[in-house]
Every structure is written in structure tokens, then in C-alpha cells.
């Protein structure tokens, strides 16, 4: 997945990144008929609807049907609005055909009766769309690699954040034991709480999809110059607090031709002894003109490194036991984070999640099953290091 701050050239980066990945591809099948089908091509994905890249890979813009852009790549274009309108027509009509009505349960009749041009305004729904339906392509078995390019879409943390906004509504506005509980009394809802389970499931899957570090590396890019040098420290922030498993980052020269070395620098420091072994750092090198065509993109030689296995940042806590037992005991929670301005970090606790602000991004943290029954009793930060530490709670810990 490529992100970044937005006009740091993410497009043309991830462009350019995908037809390196489906290059690689052709040693395997030299000498061997063409094809376009099969599970050794690259699939590029969009979500920008106003995206330039059909024209720069110069295939006709196809919303939701991927496109043969070369003999190792195919082009898929999602339309955002598009999915989001299918899907609820797909759902209320589900409901009417059931016979559900506001006798049965009024906010379920309510629904029912929004149409899907109402719908652009529905928090986390367009987005939890477009990552459910990026996961179906990466999981389909047609493609090896899949390159997702996320510019275009506002704030990609926002975008990547909506399975848990997205499960968290549901269950504020229908807890899973309630929709339970009613399934089994009334068996007409039986279908509609199965389409509710079913989003709740995919919420949870693309979770855990984005956080896994053998499947999934995110590839942040960030232009050179000044401005890099300032959000790369904000965006590594966040790409450790939401547990990203971040593989590379790509400072872009851009037709500008910036400085790439602030940034580098400021991105080594970040990542200590993970700067080019676990993350690798690279400079984007500007051409005469900018990439408007195939070929063009081709010359940036951009080479998206491959997923690793190596989980960062809230993915990779670190649980100890200080002292104590029963009531008396202390842990403490703790993993390398990155802090822009320390003095606006923020901790809450909701249920099971602690609530972790960066940057005056908030994130749910899980936190480990032991802590689960514990409060929070003391935080700080040692300068690379966030450090939460733990006492059972007497409410909810079980007694011997």
C-alpha cells in the first residue's frame, strides 16, 4: 500500500512501483506464450476517482473492472460512490424482501427506507467498501502482488482506520448480544443480522489484514525538501500507533528536483536500527519532465520492497510483569513510538481498546487479555519508547 502526505507524487510512485513488481515477473515466464490471466500478473489498484492513471497507463478508465495495462499488469479502478450505492441497494432491498418493517425493530425499518443517493455522507461506509473490496482482489488468487495506491482519498490513515470505526458503530448502535438475542425471537431478522454479522467479520479480517507483516507493507512517500523533512516524523507517528507494517520510505525529488536528504536523514533517526534493514529508505530521483505516460513511469525505477514479517510499532508490544501477584501485581506495556509534539499525547481507555491520540490522530490500541482487567495507573514516553503501566483492577479481577 503506497501513502503518504498528499502532492508528494503517490500516484506516479505507485505507479511506477507496480510495474517494477509485475517486471519482475517476466524472468518466470521468458519463452513462454503471453498471458493475462493467472497468478503471476500485478494488479495496481486506485481509489481516486478523479485518478490520472488510466490516461498514464493510456487504457480506457473502467470503474470496478480491472484493465490489461501491459502484458504483467492490469489497472482496477475503484469508484468509491459507486460501491457505496450498490452495497445499500444490495442491503435494503435484502431487507424489504424479508418483510422487514418498523413493527419488527424501528431503526431497522428506518434504514431500510434511506435511499443510496443519502448515503455520501456515511461515516467510515465508502471506506470500509473500498478495503473490503481491495482485500477480494488480493485474495482472489489472480494476481501475485497488489499494489494499492491510496492518494486521493483525503487522510489515508482515516481510510485504513474505518474496520474499527466501522465495528465500533455497530456495536453502539446494535450491540452483538442484542442482535443476537433478537435473531433468535424473531426469525425474521435472522437475515439481517446476518448481514450485520457478516460486515462485523469482514471489519475484523480486513484488521487483521492490514496489521500482517508477512502479507501486507506499506510504502510511505514524502517530498524532498523542507516539507518532508517536517511529515515524515508525524507520518511514521502514525504508521507505529495503528501498528502499519511499514516496509520502506521513498522521499521523492519531484520536478522540482528538492534536496531528498532532509528528509532521509530525519527518517533514519525515526527508525533507528530499522532504517535500511527492516524499512528500507530510498530517494525518488526526478525526471526532465513529468511521468505522463508509460514509458516515463517506467524511468523512475521505483522498487517497492517486498513484505517482510516484521511488525512495528503497536503491533509489536512489549508485556512485562514488574512485581507483585493478585491484586498487588504491576505490568507494563510499552513500544517504540514515534512522538511530533509529545505534549498533545493523549491516553483513554474504551472496553478492551486503549486510546492511544498522536499527532491529534486517536487509535485503539487491543490491549493483551491480562490487561484486559486492569487500570491504567501511569504513562511516559522515554524519548522513543511509550511506556503504560498496568495495576489489576479489584472491579473485574477474578478473586482465588
Known amino acids: 500500500m503506497v501513502l503518504g502526505p498528499g502532492g508528494s507524487g503517490i500516484s506516479a510512485i505507485a505507479a511506477a512501483g507496480a510495474l517494477g513488481v509485475a517486471d519482475a515477473q517476466r524472468p518466470a515466464r521468458r519463452g513462454g506464450p503471453l498471458s493475462l490471466v493467472g497468478d503471476d500478473r500485478t494488479l495496481l489498484i486506485t481509489v481516486d476517482p478523479r485518478s490520472t492513471l488510466p490516461e498514464r497507463l493510456g487504457v480506457f478508465r473502467v470503474a470496478g473492472e480491472p484493465v490489461a495495462a501491459t502484458g504483467e499488469l492490469d489497472l482496477l479502478h475503484l469508484d468509491p460512490l459507486g460501491l457505496l450505492e450498490r452495497a445499500w441497494t444490495d442491503f435494503t432491498a435484502a431487507l424489504h424482501a424479508v418483510g422487514i418493517g418498523r413493527h419488527l425493530l424501528p431503526v431497522v425499518g428506518t434504514i431500510a427506507d434511506i435511499d443510496a443517493g443519502e448515503l455520501t455522507g456515511l461515516p467510515g461506509a465508502q471506506e470500509f467498501l473500498l478495503l473490503r473490496a481491495i482485500r477480494d482482489a488480493a485474495t482472489s488468487g489472480r494476481w501475485r502482488a497488489v499494489v494499492v495506491d491510496l492518494s486521493g482519498l483525503g487522510d489515508p490513515y482515516a481510510v485504513l482506520r474505518s474496520p474499527t470505526v466501522l465495528t465500533a458503530a455497530l456495536d453502539r448502535l446494535w450491540p452483538r448480544h442484542a442482535r443476537l438475542a433478537q435473531a433468535s425471537e424473531k426469525p425474521a431478522l435472522a437475515s439481517v443480522v ?33 516539507r518532508g523533512r517536517t511529515t515524515v516524523t508525524d507520518h511514521v507517528a502514525l504508521t507505529e500507533v495503528m501498528g502499519l507494517p511499514l516496509r520502506s520510505v521513498l522521499v521523492n525529488e519531484g520536478p522540482g528536483g528538492l534536496d531528498t536528504a532532509p528528509a532521509t536523514t530525519a527518517a533514519r533517526t525515526l527508525l533507528g ?19 505522463a505516460k508509460l514509458s516515463q513511469l517506467r524511468r523512475l525505477s521505483v522498487q517497492l520492497a517486498s513484505p517482510n514479517g516484521h511488525a512495528r510499532g503497536a503491533a509489536d508490544p512489549v508485556l512485562e510483569h514488574l512485581d507483585g501477584d493478585g491484586l498487588q501485581a504491576r505490568y507494563r506495556l510499552s513500544w517504540r513510538q514515534t512522538l511530533p509534539r509529545p505534549e498533545e499525547l493523549a491516553l483513554g481507555r474504551s472496553g478492551d481498546d486503549l486510546l492511544v491520540t498522536v499527532g491529534g490522530f486517536r487509535q485503539p490500541v487491543t490491549l493483551p487479555s491480562v490487561l484486559r482487567r486492569c487500570r491504567v495507573t501511569d504513562a511516559d514516553w522515554d524519548g522513543e519508547r511509550l511506556i503504560v503501566q498496568f495495576r489489576p483492577d479489584p472491579a473485574v479481577w477474578p478473586q482465588r
Do not use: M, Q
Request: proline share 6%; charged share 25%.
Open 194 to 226: 446476518a448481514a450485520v454479522e457478516s460486515i462485523d467479520r469482514d471489519c475484523h479480517d480486513l484488521r487483521e489484514l492490514l496489521g500482517d507483516p508477512t502479507g501486507t507493507a506499506v510504502h510511505l512517500v514524502v517530498p524532498g525538501g523542507e
Open 273 to 291: 536500527a530499522d532504517a535500511d534493514t527492516a524499512v528500507h529508505l530510498a530517494a525518488v530521483h526526478a525526471l526532465d519532465t513529468e511521468p
